[in-house]
């Protein structure tokens, strides 16, 4: 029995679906990374006083060995949950390209968009500070400037939208995975930034003495700036 008009039309009608939900999927292949990209330069949270004392008596998990590598379903999962990241600070390095927010934490949801906090008794200018980050393709996402740009010397600071923690970098080198002692507290304050080598296998830990503390409209004009604009998860 021969198709009717309507049959026809919606078997073309199908069809065109189909070809359309194809080249949807193609170019989400395609640029997968260009869109994993942008969902994390688009999360750029407001930073004061008042949200840094609220967060920080926040919960938040502390343990790396749910961390899952930052693909797709990861990121996009953060961006839908970024109400649950309690931000507590930014760090900002202006000679490695870097500005983030801070984040209670190692949760998959925090390392997909911020720096994320490493033990739960950590305090800015008081002992070791270890932040974590993920290390991406673009050179210009999360923690991927600490293995392009970041040398021994550069600074960095830290901000709690109260006070701004200034440090030095002195050590810049690859640690195995399993070096977990370099997040331990200290009595030399410190800045312990840690983000993956281009394996994966490794770690680079990116080291930095503290220099000095003010209050923040105490900071030089230029780290003010630096703290007030955008952040630097951008491709």
Known sequence: MPDTPRKKTRRRWWGTLLFLILILVSLGLIFNEQIKTWMVSSYQPKVTTGSVRKNQKKKASYDFKKVKSLDFSTVAKARLNSKDIHVVGQIYMPQSDIHL???????????????????????????NYPLAGHHMVSHTILFSPLYFKTQVGQKIYLTNASKVYEYRVTVRKFIP?????????????????????????????????????????????????????????RY
Not at 114 to 124: E, N
Not at 225 to 231: D, H, Q, V
Request: hydrophobic share 40%.
């Open 101 to 127: 927010p801070i984040a209670k934490g190692v949760s998959n949801d925090v390392l997909a968009l911020t720096a994320g906090t490493m033990r739960a008794d950590q305090k800015m200018g008081q002992g």
């Open 177 to 233: 995975a399993t070096a977990v002692q370099v997040v331990a507290q200290t009595k030399q304050k410190l800045v312990t930034l840690i983000t993956c080598d281009a394996t994966g296998a490794n770690r680079l830990m990116i080291r930095g003495k503290y220099v000095k503390q003010m209050p923040y409209r105490q900071a030089p004009l230029s780290v003010r700036k630096g703290f007030a604009g955008s952040f630097n998860n």
